[in-house]
C-alpha cells in the first residue's frame, strides 16, 4: 500500500507531546511490513535543515487561503529507516519560534495556518505523483485533509483510490472555527450541511475529521468507548452517527529510545536483571533537585505538558498535603502559566522536596524516568498517555487515575497475587490520589514487594508489534469497502 502520513509534529523533529512519538514510530513498524510509507510535516522554524540533511525540492506551489495565494516549497530528508519525510515550507505560516503558540498562548492564525498546510498536502502529493491508497490524517490540523477528498476533490481522478483514515490523538483540541472558514478554506456553501462541514453553525476540523474520513480510530481501546459515551467534548453524536466502529487502537513505544540499557542521558545504565545504575540515577537526581540524598526518600517523577487534561490541581493539592514527609517531586513541564506558577510557588516554599522545571528537555526528561521511584499521572483524561509506558520500561512504578489508556495499560498491584505493574485509583469513584499514594510507600519500604512490582514494570511491553497489524486491518477494510462501493455503484 502507498500511505501518506499527516500530521503537525513527528519525532525526531519537532515535539509537543505523544503524537509526535505516535507519528515518528509507527511508520517504521508499517514500512516493515512491506509498505510505502512517507510522511509530510509543516516545516517550523525549530526543525534543524543541517541536522537532517533536509534538501529544498525543484517545486514551486500555490494554494489559496481566503483571498490570498500562498507560496510554498516542499523540503526532504530520509530518516534513520530511510522513510521519506516532506516539508510544507511556507514563511508566513510557519517560520515563527512555536509549533502551535508561544508563551503558553495559541497563535491567532492557527485556523489559517492548518487550512494551508492541509490543501499544501494535497498539492504536493499531486506534484510528487504519489498517489496514497491511504492518507493517514492525525488531529484536528489534518481534519480538513478528508473534508477536500470528500467535497472540492471528490471528482479529482488523481485520489479516486485514495481514502482517508483519521486518528484522534485528543477530542479536547477540536480547532473549532466561525462558518466562514468555508470561504477561508475555499469549500462551497453547498457542503455546509451536518452531515459534512457544518458543526453547530461553525466549522469544526476535528468534526470534519470524523464525519468524513472513511475510518476513524483512536488511540486506546477505552478511549473508543469513553468519547463515544460521555467524554467526546460534544463529539458524541458525530461519533455515534458514523455506521462503522471507531477503532480503539493502542500505542505503544519505541524501546530502542526508550531504553535504560542504552541511554546516554542518565547517570548509569540499567536493565531488569542488574539494577545497581538506577539507584545511581536517583541519587544523580537528588543531587540535580538539590534534595537530601539516600534510597529511603520516596522519589516521584512528572514529565508532562502543563494543561488541566493532567490532573495538576490534584497534584498541587497532594503536595501540599504530602509536606514534612520522606518524599520529593520533580517535576518537568511547559505549557499553561497558571500552572506553572502554582507549581513553582511550591517549591519556592519546600524547596528541601519539590523541583520544579520549565521548558521542553529531552534529556532531563531521561533522567527523571530513569532516577525516580514512581511516577505519577493522575490525569483527568487521557487518550492513552505514553509517559506511563517510558516509566515502566524505566522501572518507574506509575500512580495513575482509572481513565482511557491509563486504564488499559496500568493494573493494582496485589501484594497478594503479586500481580500488577502499578496503582490506580478512581476519581470518578471519589478514590484519593493522596491515600493512594500512601498506600503505594507502604509496598515501596517492603523491599521484597518492591522488587517484584519493578519485574512486573518491566515485563509490561507495550510493543508496536501488535497495533501496527490492527492499523494495516483498518486500511485493508477502508480499502476494500472503497473497492465494493465502485464495483456496487458501476453494476
Ligand atoms: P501527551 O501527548 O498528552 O502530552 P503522552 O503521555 O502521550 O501525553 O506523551 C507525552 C510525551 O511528551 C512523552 O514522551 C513525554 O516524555 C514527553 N514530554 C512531555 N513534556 C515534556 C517536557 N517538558 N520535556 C520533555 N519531554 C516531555
Ligand atoms: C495525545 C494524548 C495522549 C496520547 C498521545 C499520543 O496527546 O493526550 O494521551 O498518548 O496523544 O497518541
Known sequence: MNILMAASECVPFVKVGGLADVVGTLPKYLKSLGHDVRLILPKYAAIDGKKYNIKTLPYRLQVKVGQDTESFRIKHCLTKDNISVYFIENVRFFNRPGVYGNNGQDYGDNRERYIFFCRAILESVKA????????????????????????????????????????????AYQGHFRADTIEVAGFLWEDFTPDKLEFYNSVNFMKCGISLADAVSTVSPTYAKEIKEFNGMGMEIVLNSR?????????????????????????????????????????????????????????????????????????????????????????????????????????????????????????????????????????????????????????????????????????????????????????????????????????????????????????????????????????????????????????
Not at 150 to 161: E, I, Q, R, V, Y
Open 128 to 171: 510528487l505523483m504519489f498517489r496514497p491508497d491511504i492518507v493517514h490524517c492525525h488531529d484536528w490540523q489534518t481534519g480538513l485533509v478528508p473534508a477536500y477528498l470528500k467535497t472540492n476533490l471528490k471528482n479529482d481522478g488523481f485520489f479516486w483510490n485514495t481514502s482517508s483514515v483519521f486518528t484522534i490523538h485528543n477530542i
Open 243 to 491: 455506521t462503522d466502529e471507531v477503532y480503539g487502537i493502542l500505542n505503544g513505544i519505541d524501546y530502542n529510545y526508550w531504553n535504560p540499557k542504552s541511554n546516554k542521558s542518565i547517570e548509569s545504565s540499567y536493565s531488569k536483571n542488574d539494577l545497581f545504575g538506577k539507584k545511581l540515577c536517583k541519587t544523580a537526581l537528588q543531587n540535580l533537585c538539590g534534595f537530601d540524598v539516600g534510597e529511603g526518600y520516596y522519589l516521584f517523577g512528572c514529565i508532562s505538558r502543563f494543561d488541566n487534561q493532567k490532573g495538576f490541581d490534584i497534584i498541587i493539592d497532594a503536595l501540599y498535603q504530602l509536606k514534612g514527609t520522606n518524599m520529593q517531586f520533580v517535576i518537568l513541564g511547559s505549557g499553561n502559566q497558571y500552572i506553572e506558577r502554582q507549581l513553582k510557588e511550591a517549591a519556592l516554599k519546600m524547596p528541601s522536596t519539590i523541583a520544579v522545571f520549565s521548558g521542553y528537555n529531552e534529556d532531563l526528561a531521561h533522567k527523571i524516568y530513569a532516577g525516580s521511584d514512581v511516577y505519577i499521572m493522575p490525569s483527568n483524561f487521557e487518550p492513552c498517555g505514553l509517559s506511563q509506558m517510558i516509566a515502566l520500561a524505566y522501572g518507574t512504578i506509575p500512580i495513575v487515575n482509572r481513565t482511557g489508556g491509563l486504564s488499559d495499560t496500568i493494573v493494582y498491584y496485589n501484594h497478594f497475587t503479586k500481580e500488577g505493574n502499578g496503582f490506580v485509583f478512581n476519581i470518578t469513584y471519589g478514590e484519593n490520589f493522596v491515600q493512594t499514594i500512601l498506600k503505594s510507600e507502604k509496598i515501596f519500604k517492603d523491599k521484597k514487594n518492591w522488587n517484584i512490582l519493578m519485574q512486573n514494570a518491566f515485563n509490561s511491553k507495550f510493543t508496536w508489534d501488535k497495533s501496527v497489524l490492527e492499523y494495516e486491518k483498518m486500511y485493508q477494510n477502508v480499502i476494500h469497502n472503497k473497492q465494493y462501493k465502485a464495483v456496487f455503484i458501476r453494476s
